[in-house]
C-alpha cells in the first residue's frame, strides 16, 4: 500500500485565523515533506522531515509551522495567511532522504484564504 | 544547479493516438529520474521511474527510457484514451545531494478527445 492521506480536503480561512492541515503514512517512511503547488504550476518544496526532525526549510515565512509529532504524522501549522497562500498543499514522504527515493504525494489540501 | 525541462503544451490527441512527451535534465550527479500524473483536482501519483542509465519504467501502458548520452526521459503510450488526459510531470531525484529533493519540469497537459 502507498497511500499517503491528508486531511482536511479543503480548507477555507481568513487571514487572522489559527489552522493546522494534517498528513498521515502507515508505510514506514521516515521521510516526510509539504509542498506548495499553485494552478498549472509545479509543485514546489517547502519542508523535508527526515528521522521526524525538519532537515530542510525551503526559506518559507514563519506563518507557515510544520510539525512532526511522531514518524507516521506531518503537520503543517497555518497563522495569519495572505491571500496570496491560496494553493493547494500536498504532502509526501519517502522511505528516506539520504538515499533518494520515490515520493508517494496524497491527494492535498486546497487551501483559500480569504 | 539541476533542472528538467518538458516540451510545452498541451498537447491536443485523439483517442488512439500515439503519445509523446519529451524530457530533457541537466544533473551534476546521478539522477534517478520519475514520471508523475496529475488528474484534475488530485494529487500527484508515480507513474513511472527509473534510477540508472538504460533503465526502462513502464506503467499502464506508459513507457520512459533513461537515456545518458542524450540526458533524455521522454515519455511514449503507444494507444492514449480518454481517461489520460492530465498534466504529467517529469522530475528528478539527485542521489549525490542527499537533500530527497525533486526538481520538476512545468508539467504538460494532456487533453485526449474521443
Known amino acids: 500500500d502507498t497511500e499517503v492521506t491528508q486531511t482536511p480536503k479543503h480548507l477555507v480561512m481568513g487571514m487572522t485565523n489559527k489552522k493546522s492541515l494534517k498528513c498521515e503514512q502507515h508505510?514506514?517512511?521516515?521521510?516526510m515533506y509539504w509542498y506548495k503547488q499553485k494552478a498549472k504550476k509545479p509543485p514546489e518544496l517547502m519542508f523535508v522531515y527526515s528521522y521526524e526532525k525538519l532537515s530542510i526549510n525551503e526559506s518559507v515565512p514563519s506563518r507557515f509551522s510544520p510539525e512532526c509529532p511522531n514518524s507516521s504524522l506531518l503537520n503543517l501549522h497555518l497563522h495569519a495567511l495572505q491571500p496570496e497562500d491560496s494553493a493547494l498543499y500536498l504532502c509526501?514522504?519517502?522511505?528516506?532522504?539520504?538515499?533518494?527515493?520515490?515520493?508517494?504525494f496524497g491527494p492535498g489540501t486546497r487551501l483559500t484564504v480569504l | 544547479g539541476d533542472s528538467v525541462t518538458q516540451m510545452e503544451g498541451p498537447v491536443t490527441l485523439s483517442e488512439e493516438a500515439f503519445l509523446t512527451i519529451n524530457c530533457t535534465y541537466t544533473?551534476?550527479?546521478?539522477?534517478?529520474l520519475f514520471w508523475y500524473v496529475q488528474y484534475p483536482g488530485e494529487g500527484l501519483q508515480l507513474l513511472l521511474k527509473a534510477t540508472k542509465a538504460d533503465d526502462k519504467g513502464s506503467n499502464k501502458g506508459f513507457e520512459a527510457t533513461y537515456r545518458k548520452e542524450t540526458t533524455s526521459f521522454h515519455l511514449e503510450k503507444g494507444s492514449v484514451q480518454v481517461s489520460d488526459s492530465a498534466v504529467y510531470f517529469c522530475?528528478?531525484?539527485?542521489?549525490?545531494?542527499?537533500?530527497?529533493?525533486?526538481?520538476f519540469g512545468q508539467g504538460t497537459t494532456l487533453q485526449v478527445k474521443p
Open positions: 509526501a514522504s519517502s522511505q528516506d532522504r539520504v538515499a533518494p527515493d520515490t515520493q508517494y
Open positions: 522530475a528528478l531525484s539527485d542521489r549525490s545531494s542527499n537533500t530527497g529533493k525533486l526538481i
Open positions: 508505510m514506514g517512511h521516515r521521510a
Open positions: 544533473a551534476t550527479g546521478y539522477p534517478s
